[in-house]
């Protein structure tokens, strides 16, 4: 078990040597799409920055809470679109056959079709993820490593609902761009205070669209931990996780592969 | 020998939306099911090089796919190498090797060789063994001048040579060939052809090779299954299809002022030879071309003799 996990290991690296050998194809191309993201992201923070030095609060949340919530959302973008991007050309794959190629080797096609796209640009989300941590004034080891681990969990939801959206590719033919809408939707809902949704939208966005796993309970885990919260963060995540697994196992059985032409 | 390949019954089913407008169908869409794979049954034994054949949508790729554990199929069995191979997908990998016509399993943007160092590690194949049956392929394959282009920049015809060198490398006992000539000129796919039947008599490799190309199963193959709509219609050696069924030739010649005359030998009773010898005596010939009778002819001859 351990030895099969230490050549899986071995074999991201691989993959993410390879993916960083085509980014840098182009060297200045790929330096400057990284400082552009870095850029973009913090011209969103600085609109957030805007509205809270002009209403003080928006239903109990200050920058601080939403520096957090940036912390947590672009590194959990970052780790996604860097390692695991592939799942989101997932639709693409079933349509056109090339899942075909990811079926007929000895690793886990899941594995190998996440890790096949990467977006080196991504490294800007981690730049900024990193700053906004030290922006948010909630500094220390404790609340560092939290931040980690919860940025970690945000990002296999966002793995899980995106393979979920993927799969409906599986059902429904041409549906790239649907599950990049309801991911995109999910991804908006999730960088907003979440302080302001209440009640039944609370309960919307934890089950439907789960963007409060990534808002709602990280902030107020790394704020100040509780077992309770923390708890229902991992029980929320394994859950879109299994679900996620089950339904890809569901699609493959149900796959009926394509001829178009072209390459990977 | 033993039978590397058993299929019995094997049928694949699609459920296809039937196309309509209206809101009823968005709600309510209505669906049909096509039979790609029909009931079939056959055995391939260890080392054997059969084509599979058929024309467009007869079901040979579906049936490939299933056999590659692609697919999973509506009813049927199937062993490939001992392995049920839609419930043994990874463990199956390491005995099979397969090659897509129409896509690529290298990547897009880097060198050849570093699309076959990836491949060797997905298949946990060790550093100095890798490099050992790289060598040799690289070789066989001729595509030493190939190994530091990207794959964009290849032609047809050097991808599928690097296509076939890739499934290759883990020493598969058993290469699964769907249309590995489709889209090459002829002079790429005699070469590709060539290269194939090489390998697998080098290393005893058992071959099932789709295609609608009777050439290819000619040249490379020793026998022949032929499906038509999702049913198997025949399976048996190459000479006895030839025998059977391909015992005609078309020639058509473009004479001096134009003209093109076309006509059917039939080389059972007179060869091919003697049939150019006499046309070129009879007219003044500027080209020609010698074709066997396509697919279609021949199923619609193994239908009216049934």
Not at chain 1, 159 to 187: E, H, T
Not at chain 1, 240 to 256: M, T, V
Not at chain 2, 50 to 69: D, E, H, Q, R, Y
Not at chain 2, 156 to 185: N, W, Y
Request: aromatic share 12%.
């Amino acid at each position: 078990m351990a030895a099969r996990f230490l050549k899986l290991c071995k074999l991201f690296l691989f993959i993410q040597k390879s993916n960083i050998k085509t980014a840098f194809l182009n060297k200045s191309d790929a330096l400057i799409n990284v400082i552009m993201m870095t850029i973009n992201n913090l011209s969103f923070v600085f609109m957030w920055w805007v509205i809270f030095e002009n209403k003080g609060s928006v239903n109990g949340w200050h920058f601080e809470e939403m520096a957090l919530l940036f912390a947590v959302m672009n590194n959990a973008f970052a780790t996604f679109a860097l390692f695991a991007r592939g799942i989101q050309l997932l639709p693409e794959y079933i349509d056109n056959g090339n899942l075909d190629n990811f079926l007929t080797t000895p690793q886990s096609s899941l594995f190998l079709i996440s890790t096949s796209e990467s977006t080196f640009a991504n490294w800007g989300d981690y730049i900024t993820g990193f700053l906004m941590y030290f922006l948010s004034g909630y500094v220390s080891w404790k609340s560092f490593w939290l931040m980690v681990l919860c940025s970690f969990l945000a990002f296999v939801l966002l793995y899980s609902f995106r393979l979920i959206m993927s799969c409906l590719a599986f059902l429904i033919s041409d549906s790239q761009r649907l599950g990049d809408n309801i991911f995109m939707a999910m991804i908006t809902f999730a960088s907003q205070p979440a302080s302001i949704f209440t009640g039944w939208y609370k309960v919307l966005f934890l089950t439907i669209i789960p963007a409060g796993f990534i808002s709602l309970y990280p902030v107020s885990i790394i704020k100040d931990f509780n077992w309770p919260n923390f708890i229902i963060l991992i029980g929320g995540v394994s859950a879109f996780w299994i679900i996620s697994l089950l339904f890809y196992r569901w699609g493959l059985k149900h796959y009926s592969s394509g001829n178009r032409f072209g390459v990977r | 020998m033993t039978d590397i390949i058993e299929v019995s019954q094997l049928t694949k089913k699609f459920k296809i939306q039937k196309p309509s407008s209206g809101l009823k169908s968005f709600f309510k869409p209505e669906y049909k099911n096509v039979t790609a794979v029909d009931k079939i049954s056959f055995a391939i034994k260890k080392g054997e090089r059969v084509a599979f054949i058929g024309p467009n949508g007869a079901g040979k790729s579906t049936t490939i796919k299933m056999l590659s554990s692609i697919l999973y199929p509506t009813s049927g069995t199937a062993l490939v190498n001992g392995l049920v191979p839609w419930d043994n997908r990874k463990k199956l990998a390491y005995d099979i090797g397969t090659v897509f016509g129409q896509r690529s399993q290298l990547w897009y943007n880097l060198p050849v060789q570093d699309s076959f160092a990836l491949m060797g590690k997905i298949y946990d194949l060790d550093e100095i063994p890798f490099k050992r049956r790289l060598s040799k392929l690289v070789k066989l394959f001729e595509i030493r001048d190939l190994l530091e282009h990207p794959t964009r920049s290849l032609s047809l015809g050097q991808r599928m040579r690097c296509e076939i060198v890739a499934s290759l490398l883990h020493k598969p006992q058993i290469l699964f060939l769907d249309e590995p000539t489709i889209g090459l000129d002829v002079t790429a796919k005699e070469i590709i052809r060539d290269l194939i039947k090489k390998q697998a008599l080098e290393e005893d490799t058992t071959l099932l090779l789709t295609s609608h190309d009777t050439d290819d199963m000619e040249k490379v193959c020793e026998r022949v299954i032929i499906i038509n709509k999702g049913k198997l219609i025949f399976n048996d050696s190459i000479s006895a299809l030839r025998d059977s069924y391909l015992n005609k030739k078309y020639i058509e010649i473009t004479t001096e002022g134009g003209k093109k005359i076309r006509t059917v030998v039939n080389t059972k009773e007179k060869p091919t030879k003697q049939a150019i010898d006499e046309l070129v005596k009879k007219y003044h010939v500027t080209d020609m071309t010698i074709e066997n009778p396509p697919m279609e002819e021949i199923i619609k001859e193994i239908y009216s003799r049934e």
